[in-house]
């Protein structure tokens, strides 16, 4: 039984890990698909956005604090 808990948290955990990255993500996606809902933009060119905008957050994400300091 203790070995099904410890598996459910790590499971939630790898999806509720870090609250702002996740908040940084919903508000790309909000922007760019007002952008689109509204003209600005071209499907690819907001395709490019989402995955330029996601992997530079994680990547932002993943560098911080005193791991920027070493690098």
Known sequence: MNILKIAI???VGM???DGALALLAL???IAV???VKWALLGG???AGILIV???LMRGGNSCTGDQLMNF
């Open 9 to 11: 948290n790590e499971l």
């Open 15 to 17: 999806f509720i890990d």
């Open 27 to 29: 508000a790309l996606i």
């Open 33 to 35: 698909g007002f952008s």
């Open 44 to 46: 690819s060119i907001a």
């Open 53 to 55: 905008g996601c992997l």
